[in-house]
């Protein structure tokens, strides 16, 4: 039953306000502005997404696919990128769609080598830095010389832990954080 | 606002860098010279406008009387940012403040924490935060004949090619790690004058005992590393997107980690080199 509803899901791409999208030579940079995620899929996994049109059922998107691959893998590996679409938010959720399989599972079910698997889908994520995130990010147990320095926000200056960033003040005992 | 303009104001000035007007008051005649130093690259003098986009305010300290200090004060806007008995410290953090503000309000460029040099008429960004070798790296480019633009930002213009943003390179100590400013002309080396295309983005860090390898990546990989370390990312996101999309379609993307510098940065201009 549950297979049936996936052969008949028509994922929709998630082209709405909230996403920031831009192309590059076949890729493409999705920005998520809820949660200020930043997703970038290969060539292959932005033809399928492309492809996800809130028309086409899987294995149609599949059969639209130019690849080497049998149909039948072909269509696993449609599958398989929807349903990592569909976690990520880049289209409209389903909840019935399975977990969706790490690169090296997936090359491992469809018996292909490690080398083949620059031709299978790929999403890499971030989260958009902060301001003072994206300058300064001297993290805890680092030297530092002032408190601004730490992504904490506490350059500690006591006798034991001088002159590292720390957690916090309560980290930091006695002297406690450079107040500058 | 109010408290702080009750103050008495001994006089102040506006600047402009990169686009953001900056205003500074201070509390003591004389005492806007001593700020002039720790003020970004680019900066030029203008008359008041009628908005500013940042204003810092310092309260001078110093002796007052043979036994008592007091503290100088630095504020931006209302916030207190900065309150010492070292006026040194408050160099350190008005121009630190001072750089992110600038980075972050830009509405003419993109400021992406990255080293960046010029090679044979294209430029070459290093993206990384504080501790991943950027400076060291920048330095050993440098000597081998590289255009100097930075060691902390790449800055890009709305059609992706880098200006310079030529401050000291900021070479960390042996023991404290503080950093030591040292000029590109110390070491035999050229800054650049004009901004240029991007030619490569390497997304590297220093690893002790490695060898440097890099391998090539896809450009939305290098756009990805980019927008990873682009100060105004959340703030200005579809600029950002814009600007490192434009830098990274026709460049080459390298990742890798690197070992001594000098090592690496002969690795790296011989790819260059060859593409």
């Known amino acids: ?180 | 606002m109010q408290k702080i303009n009750r103050l008495v104001w001994a006089e102040g000035a506006c600047f402009e860098s990169y686009g953001v007007r900056i205003g500074i008051r201070v509390s003591q005649p004389g005492a806007i010279e001593r700020l002039v130093p720790f003020l970004p690259p680019q900066w030029k003098t203008i008359e008041p406008p009628r908005e500013l986009d940042a204003l810092y305010s310092w309260v001078v300290g110093g002796d007052r009387r043979s036994n008592v200090r007091t503290f100088d004060i630095l504020y931006r806007g209302v916030g207190r940012i900065a309150r010492t008995l070292k006026p040194e410290e408050l160099f350190e953090i008005f121009e630190a403040k001072l750089r992110i503000t600038v980075a972050l309000l830009s509405r003419r460029f993109v400021f992406i924490h990255a080293a960046a040099v010029g090679w044979r008429g294209k430029a070459v960004i290093m993206p990384g935060r504080s501790f991943t070798g950027k400076s060291t790296l920048v330095e050993a480019l440098v000597r081998a004949g590289a255009e100097y633009f930075s060691d902390e930002y790449a800055v890009l213009d709305k059609n992706g090619r880098v200006h310079p943003f030529a401050k000291p390179i900021s070479v960390r100590a042996p023991v404290t790690l503080k950093q030591e400013p040292l000029g590109v002309k110390d070491i035999g080396g050229t800054t650049a004058e004009h901004p240029m295309r991007v030619g490569a983005i390497l997304a590297t860090r220093y690893r002790e005992r490695a060898k440097s390898r890099f391998r090539e990546a896809s450009p939305g990989q290098g756009m990805l590393d980019l927008v990873a370390n682009a100060v105004a990312a959340r703030w200005a996101p579809s600029r950002v997107l814009t600007a490192t999309r434009k830098a990274s379609v026709g460049a080459i993307v390298l990742r890798g980690s690197r070992g001594e510098a000098r090592e690496a940065a002969e690795r790296l201009l011989a790819i260059l080199e060859r593409a």
């Not at chain 1, 060539?43 to 639209?64: S, V, Y």
């Not at chain 1, 995130?133 to 506490?154: E, K, V, W, Y």
């Not at chain 1, 590292?164 to 107040?179: E, I, L, M, P």
Request: hydrophobic fraction near 40%; charged fraction near 20%.
């Open chain 1, 1 to 180: 039953m549950a297979s049936q509803k996936m052969s008949n899901w028509r994922p929709k791409a998630s082209k709405r306000k909230g996403l920031l999208v831009e192309e590059v030579r076949g890729e493409v940079l999705v920005y998520n502005l809820k949660g200020h995620r930043v997703h970038c899929l290969n060539d292959p996994a932005a033809r399928i997404w492309n492809l996800c049109d809130g028309r086409r059922t899987l294995k149609q998107i599949a059969e639209g696919l130019e690849s080497d691959l049998d149909p039948a893998t072909r269509e696993l590996v449609v599958r398989n990128a929807v349903a990592q679409f569909s976690r990520l938010g880049l289209v409209a959720a389903n909840d019935e769609a399975p977990a969706d399989m790490s690169r090296r599972e997936l090359a491992r079910k469809i018996g292909i080598g490690a080398a083949a698997t620059v031709a299978l889908p790929l999403i890499i994520s971030i989260i958009a830095p902060t301001p003072a995130h994206a300058a300064t990010n001297i993290a805890n147990g680092n030297p530092c010389t002032l408190s601004a320095d730490c992504q904490s926000g506490c350059c500690c200056a006591n006798a034991t832990l001088r002159n590292t960033c720390q957690a916090n003040a309560g980290v930091c005992s006695g002297a406690g954080c450079k107040t500058s």
